[in-house]
């Protein structure tokens, strides 16, 4: 991420919880951002299989209802990632808090690869406790905001196969299925079914 400049979010209300704003995550914010409940049960999400023969590889994706759902936890801490840190410091990480500023909601940081001119979701988590309120939906709208700001030819994210929840918000707010990899978090992904997944929004030139 090195090099990686970002224009400033606009600060301002949003719409769908009651009250709220979203602004510019600043490094004094950055401790209060564990107090986020990043962790999901997906009901559903999609089963990958690939196929090669002499006539070509194809690759499937067939949807896939969980019973108990699937549940992921994450529990790392902000402060100690450095490569986070330094996203703060580049104007990068965006959060969305109760109006006095004080409760994060759901943080957004971003990644500029400018060597293709694409604009890439690194990390969106939306409290638990504070789905399906319109919080997700307005932090892509600031992504999507930052990467037009920054002339990026598409806005990509990178989510798994078995987030089924997080693969349908997605295609809602306009993204589609561009690419899978099989290999991206270690070589037993397609036996986990975590196989990462990547959605991409073009964006018309400006």
Partial sequence: MSGVV?????SGPFTGV?????RQVQVRDIARLNRIEMSYAAPFGYRYSRRESAEGVTFH?????YDPPFDR???WD?????DFTAAVDRGLVWAAFTSDGEIPLGL??????EWNASCWVQSLYIDRGRRRQGVGGQLINTALTQARTLDARALFVETQVSNGP??????KHGFAVCGVNDHFYSNDDVAHNEVALFMVRPLPPT
């Fill in 108 to 113: 957004l940081e971003l990644r500029l690869a």
């Fill in 78 to 82: 902000w402060r100690e990632l450095d």
């Fill in 73 to 75: 936890t994450y529990e």
């Fill in 166 to 171: 997080a693969i349908r918000f997605y295609q």
């Fill in 6 to 10: 970002c224009a400033a979010a606009h």
């Fill in 61 to 65: 994706l067939e949807r896939d209802t």
């Fill in 18 to 22: 009651r009250s709220g704003m979203i």
